[in-house]
C-alpha cells in the first residue's frame, strides 16, 4: 500500500515516467480482463486505453482508496460492462428496426431499397470510431441529452458535441456517396 501511496503521488506530480511504467505493468493483464467480459481485442484495448487516459487527465484529483491495481481493474470492469450494456441497446434498436420494416407496405423494390440503405448506414456506423459511434447512438437512438453522455464517458460537453458533429457527417457523406452511386433521389 505505501508503494501504491508513492506511486500515485508522483502520478499526481506528473512524473511521465512513473505512469509509463504502470501502463507497461497493467496494460496486457488489463487488456485480458477486458476481454474476458467484452470478448472483443479491439474493444478490450480501446478500454484499457481509456482507463489510463482518464487517469492521467485526472491525475490530480484521482483518490485511490485501496491499491493501484484494485483501482485499476475496477475501472476496466465498469468500462467494460458500460461498453456491453450500450452493445444490448444496439442491438435492441435494430431488432426493433427489422421489427417495424417487417410490418411495413413497402413494394419489393422499396424494401430492397431500404434494406441496402440501412447496412449502408450500419457499415458507416461500424466504421466510426467506437466511443464516437456510442455517443451518437446514445443521443439519437436512446435520446440521452449531451450532458448525460458527456458525465456516462467523463468528457466534457463540447467533445460530445464535436463527435456527434463528426459522426452526421460521416453518416450525411455515406449516404450522398450511395445515392449517388446508384443513382437514387435525384
Known amino acids: 500500500m505505501l508503494n501504491d ?9 506528473g512524473d511521465v515516467g512513473t505512469f509509463e511504467k504502470i501502463f507497461r505493468q497493467f496494460y496486457t493483464s488489463l487488456c485480458m480482463y477486458a476481454f474476458s467480459i467484452t470478448s472483443r481485442k479491439d474493444i478490450s484495448e480501446e478500454i484499457v486505453q481509456d482507463v489510463f487516459y482518464n487517469i492521467w487527465k ?66 458507416i456506423l461500424n466504421n466510426l470510431p467506437e466511443r464516437r459511434k456510442q455517443i451518437f447512438l446514445m443521443h439519437r437512438m436512446k435520446g440521452k441529452k449531451q450532458k448525460e453522455i458527456a458525465e456516462i464517458f467523463a468528457v466534457s ?30
Open 5 to 13: 501511496l508513492v506511486v500515485c503521488k508522483k502520478i499526481k506530480d
Open 58 to 123: 485526472d491525475r490530480t484529483h484521482i483518490q485511490i482508496v485501496r491499491s493501484l491495481k484494485n483501482y485499476l481493474y475496477g475501472a476496466v470492469k465498469n468500462l467494460s460492462l458500460r461498453y456491453l450494456e450500450h452493445s444490448q441497446v444496439e442491438q435492441q434498436h435494430q431488432m426493433n428496426v427489422l421489427n417495424s420494416n417487417s410490418e411495413s407496405e413497402l413494394s419489393p423494390h422499396e424494401e430492397l431499397e431500404y434494406k441496402e440503405l440501412e447496412n449502408v448506414i450500419a457499415n
Open 157 to 186: 460537453i463540447k467533445t460530445v458535441e464535436a463527435e456527434m458533429s463528426k459522426a452526421t457527417q460521416a453518416l450525411r457523406q455515406g449516404i450522398e456517396k450511395y445515392t449517388k452511386n446508384y443513382g437514387l433521389y435525384g
